[in-house]
């Protein structure tokens, strides 16, 4: 047995079922063993997309989503997704081939230091020199990514380490780092305050059952970042709905007047907390780099809400006074890019939602109401055009379920390649692209911050319906909302593409 044979039993014993990605010269002897196993094997026509692919696949399901590419061409590829979900804190294993040790991080042909590369947008970042590191590299960063999930780790395996027959096996010894010296004087915070608030992150979604039920038990109100979205339904009255720069009323006043937010599970980023007021700021979070505010918790969000006390409050009811309704503009006029949204999103309200970069976005983002957590999928922190189409794969793939992505004519180009992944594995898979022949919302920044005319934002798309149509996938052009609230009456099943024709339209800007 080769190492590269022990790392796909590797991957067999902890329960990986796909990988997404392309094959190569230097990653060949991993595809060698995987030919052999239980693993299904996705093949993509873009590695960024494999990763996308493997984003959306953990977000979606109890298991770890893995991509794999070849050396430098391959792996550099994977490079924007792979930050899209460190940004995203997005657990998922990358796996990428590399020449022989000693042409490795030279200037030989396909060779740059992809450990390097890779450094800044992985939590770990493994290159064995060795068939026992290279075992033990796969043993803790899969321990790592289902215990201590703080997002993509990479593993870069040079061809003759995966050849190599000589290796130590044994099991490890693992240990979880956490700090709970601010516990205490947290409780103190917790039980002093009147005006307490729950923020919670993605981080905080393995514990929505126990999360709501303390929150409906002691009325102390919830907020959730995107990436939290449905970890409470929005219609429950205990959630005020997403909390920072497009937060709803509720929300904003509670962030403003609370005097004990606890976060969980959240990064806090400054799109989530412009300003942190630290003698007020619980955060707990698994990943201390994140860690901010006077209370700092590093630990699992479950050990801590288990230890921690609360009492029960009384300031819910001056919060649902508040109007929570977000007004937006146009959702019924004729053909803006709100309307046709607002009506994908009635027909489809219990399925998963995957977004793309773009002004479709905001206006997706604006108008869901999320009633499961992980139901409304999209590149929240770096929000690279091309997520899209790949990762509705990848949800599919996951859940086997009908998937709607609802797409720019802009962002769906940067991975319309894999309308041939979607075909090839007959996927319902329902992708909207809405087509205003645009980049709208760089066309908007030129106008209204930099005073200057539309440059370079228009595009000479190709027909979407040909364009399909050449995959061997149906297609429709939609050009009316009457024609459209005819045609989501029909029992639709992918893989299908749907163009609407939509105008020009400036998204509303953050208060």
């Known amino acids: 047995m080769n190492?590269?044979?022990?790392?796909?039993?590797?991957?067999?014993?902890?329960?990986?079922?796909?990988?997404?990605?392309?094959?190569?010269?230097?990653?060949?002897?991993?595809?060698?063993?995987?030919?052999?196993?239980?693993?299904?094997?996705?093949?993509?026509?873009?590695?960024?997309?494999?990763?996308?692919?493997?984003?959306?696949?953990?977000?979606?399901?109890?298991?770890?989503?893995?991509?794999?590419?070849?050396?430098?061409?391959?792996?550099?590829?994977?490079?924007?997704?792979?930050?899209?979900?460190?940004?995203?804190?997005?657990?998922?294993?990358?796996?990428?081939?590399?020449?022989?040790?000693?042409?490795?991080d030279k200037n030989m042909f396909q060779s740059l230091p992809l450990r390097d590369v890779f450094a800044n947008i992985t939590y770990e970042n493994y290159s064995p020199l060795n068939g026992t590191e290279a075992i033990y590299a796969l043993k803790a960063a899969l321990y790592g990514l289902k215990n201590n999930p703080k997002g993509p780790i990479h593993i870069n395996l040079s061809r003759d380490v995966l050849l190599s027959e000589d290796f130590q096996d044994f099991d490890l010894c693992y240990l979880c780092e956490s700090d709970m010296s601010s516990l205490e004087s947290a409780q103190e915070l917790i039980m002093k305050a009147e005006k307490p608030l729950f923020v919670l992150g993605a981080g905080a979604?393995?514990?929505?059952?126990?999360?709501?039920?303390?929150?409906?038990?002691?009325?102390?109100?919830?907020?959730?970042?995107?990436?939290?979205?449905?970890?409470?339904?929005?219609?429950?009255?205990?959630?005020?709905?997403?909390?920072?720069?497009?937060?709803?009323?509720?929300?904003?006043?509670?962030?403003?007047?609370?005097?004990?937010?606890?976060?969980?599970?959240?990064?806090?980023?400054?799109?989530?907390?412009?300003?942190?007021?630290?003698?007020?700021?619980?955060?707990?979070?698994?990943?201390?780099?994140?860690?901010?505010?006077?209370?700092?918790?590093?630990?699992?969000?479950?050990?801590?809400?288990?230890?921690?006390?609360?009492?029960?409050?009384?300031?819910?009811?001056?919060?649902?006074?508040?109007?929570?309704?977000?007004?937006?503009?146009?959702?019924?006029?004729?053909?803006?890019?709100q309307a046709a949204i607002k009506r994908i999103l009635e027909c489809f309200d219990d399925n998963i939602i995957v977004a793309d970069a773009g002004s479709h976005t905001t206006w997706t983002t604006l108008?869901?109401?999320?009633?499961?957590?992980?139901?409304?999928?999209?590149?929240?922190?770096?929000?690279?055009?091309?997520?899209?189409?790949?990762?509705?794969?990848?949800?599919?793939?996951?859940?086997?379920?009908?998937?709607?992505?609802?797409?720019?004519?802009?962002?769906?180009?940067?991975?319309?390649?894999?309308?041939?992944?979607?075909?090839?594995?007959?996927l319902d898979v329902i992708v909207f692209i809405l087509n205003n022949s645009e980049y709208g919302i760089i066309r908007q920044w030129q106008e209204d911050f930099y005073d200057m005319d539309a440059y370079q934002t228009d595009l000479a798309n190709p027909d979407f319906l040909k364009l399909a149509s050449s995959y061997g996938i149906d297609a429709v052009r939609i050009t009316t909302l009457f024609d459209l609230e005819y045609f989501l009456e029909k029992d639709l099943k992918g893989p299908l593409v749907v163009e609407i024709k939509v105008d020009k339209e400036n998204i509303p800007l953050p208060e």
């Open 3 to 104: 190492v590269a044979e022990r790392l796909v039993e590797i991957l067999e014993e902890n329960a990986i079922t796909h990988i997404f990605g392309i094959p190569g010269e230097q990653i060949m002897p991993m595809y060698k063993a995987l030919a052999g196993s239980d693993i299904i094997h996705v093949l993509m026509r873009h590695e960024q997309a494999a990763a996308h692919a493997a984003d959306a696949f953990t977000r979606t399901s109890d298991t770890i989503g893995v991509c794999m590419a070849t050396a430098a061409p391959g792996a550099l590829n994977m490079v924007m997704a792979t930050a899209a979900a460190y940004k995203d804190n997005i657990p998922m294993l990358i796996l990428t081939g590399d020449n022989d040790l000693d042409k490795r």
């Open 205 to 337: 979604i393995p514990q929505a059952e126990n999360i709501k039920m303390l929150a409906e038990m002691y009325k102390i109100p919830v907020t959730t970042t995107y990436n939290a979205r449905g970890i409470i339904a929005e219609d429950e009255p205990i959630n005020l709905g997403l909390v920072g720069i497009r937060g709803t009323p509720r929300a904003r006043k509670a962030i403003e007047e609370s005097d004990c937010i606890i976060a969980l599970g959240s990064i806090a980023s400054e799109r989530t907390f412009p300003q942190i007021d630290e003698d007020r700021f619980i955060h707990v979070n698994i990943n201390k780099d994140v860690l901010k505010g006077k209370y700092q918790i590093q630990g699992d969000v479950e050990e801590v809400i288990m230890t921690l006390e609360f009492k029960k409050v009384d300031w819910i009811d001056e919060l649902l006074a508040i109007d929570n309704e977000i007004t937006v503009e146009g959702v019924d006029d004729e053909m803006k890019p």
């Open 367 to 426: 108008l869901y109401n999320a009633k499961k957590p992980n139901h409304f999928l999209f590149p929240a922190a770096t929000a690279p055009m091309g997520y899209g189409l790949p990762a509705g794969i990848g949800a599919s793939i996951a859940t086997g379920e009908k998937i709607i992505v609802i797409n720019g004519d802009g962002d769906f180009q940067m991975n319309l390649q894999e309308l041939a992944t979607l075909k090839e594995n007959n």
